[in-house]
């Protein structure tokens, strides 16, 4: 029944991105946007092969096919105007929306996979490292519980694991670790043990130091990837502070650029980010990049392999657009509207 009810949702999603497509609503949007002068950021994790797609124990909702990527760099090499986060200045109309590419956590296929077809196709990119985990096998937590519940109970679906771990983000991080230890208890009483891939492991010094010569651009994502919403100000505070000196001591060049763990960021955790000394951070907020964003809260859309493909499993332009381009609009009119809505109303004062 779940498996019908999904594929039912699949095609009707298909059906409506169709009809925007062929409707001509997904260029208008393109069109405005781009005569707005906005920018459309992206944020990415992970490109895979087909056989490591099925291997790693990393989420769906951060992995990209290297064929759909491949598709996909070759479309915006085509239609779009690819920048370097750095140098985005969003505001001015342009002949070709503009989009910029951002990697979070600092894998090791960013540099095996994911560089080879972005220079092959001119796309600068932007990956967001934690200093404490470079070079590390299955160094974040959410790899560890995929890893241990389809080990204790292999007939988990995905959905379900999605929950668990949406849960244990909202966890402090000694609730979180009393958590992976139930779950670690849970897969030795079945009697399995479970061990890193070598495929879900980070980048090395040596590779990050490659792929900037190769021009890519590096930032800090926290030393170790705590969601800093969801811990103690001191704490989060240590987690950001430093943690572009321990880039630049390997680069030899400044880092300014900051991206919020998760994608959450607060009033307090920009505060923070700012009194480090950074010039940009990226947020998880799925909005166009338009001139009145904030430089310490510039939005992205994160896109995987569902957002990109068609029904028949290859990369589709019209779902690349739909997802990343009108749900990025949309949701920025959405909001437009709440504040002009609230703006309306009368305050106490009024009476």
């Known amino acids: 029944m ?29 069109r405005k946007l781009r005569k707005q002068g906005a920018v459309v950021a992206l944020v990415f994790h992970r490109v895979l092969s087909d056989s490591d797609y099925l291997q790693t124990y990393s989420q769906p909702e951060i992995l990209v096919r290297e064929r759909t990527f491949r598709a996909l760099a070759e479309y915006v090499e ?16 342009s002949e070709k929306l503009r989009v910029v590419f951002t990697f979070d956590d600092g894998w090791g296929d960013n540099y095996s996979v994911a560089l080879p077809l972005a220079r092959t196709h001119g796309i600068p990119l932007t990956v967001f490292l934690c200093p404490r985990l470079v070079a590390k096998n299955m160094p974040f937590w959410p790899e560890r519980v995929v890893a241990l519940r389809r080990a204790a109970k292999p007939d988990t679906s995905s959905s379900e694991i999605k929950i668990l771990i949406e849960s244990i983000k909202k966890q402090g991080q000694q609730e979180r670790e009393q958590t992976l230890a139930r779950l670690a208890e849970e897969a030795h009483q079945q009697g399995v043990s479970v061990g890193a891939v070598t495929i879900d ?13 190769a021009g890519v651009r590096f930032g800090s994502h926290t030393h170790s990837h705590e969601i800093l919403t969801a811990i103690p100000a001191e704490m989060a505070r240590r ?11 390997m680069l030899g060049k400044p880092c300014k650029a900051f991206s919020y763990p998760n994608g959450n960021w607060s009033a307090e955790s920009r505060a923070i980010v700012a009194e480090a000394g950074f010039k940009l951070a990226v947020t998880g907020d799925r909005r166009p990049w338009s ?3 904030d430089p310490l809260a510039i939005p992205r859309s994160n896109v995987y392999e569902d957002d990109l493909v068609g029904l028949d499993g290859r990369f589709s332009p019209a779902m690349f657009e739909y997802t990343a381009i009108w749900k990025a ?21 009024t009476f």
Not at 86 to 93: C, I, L, N, Q
Not at 239 to 249: F, L
Not at 332 to 339: C, E, H, L, N
């Open 2 to 30: 779940k498996r019908l009810r999904m594929n039912l949702r699949l095609t009707l999603r298909s059906l409506w991105v169709g009809l925007l497509a062929s409707s001509g609503c997904l260029w208008w949007v393109k």
């Open 78 to 93: 085509r239609e779009y105007e690819a920048l370097d986060l750095h140098e985005a200045v969003p505001g001015k109309s």
């Open 201 to 213: 492991r980070t980048l090395s010094w040596q590779e990050i130091v490659q792929m900037d010569r």
């Open 239 to 249: 987690e950001v502070d430093g943690s572009d000196a321990a880039i630049e001591e």
């Open 291 to 293: 001139a009145d964003s």
């Open 329 to 349: 609009w949309r949701r920025s009119t959405m909001k437009s509207s709440v504040q002009a809505r609230t703006q309306a109303q009368p305050t106490s004062a």
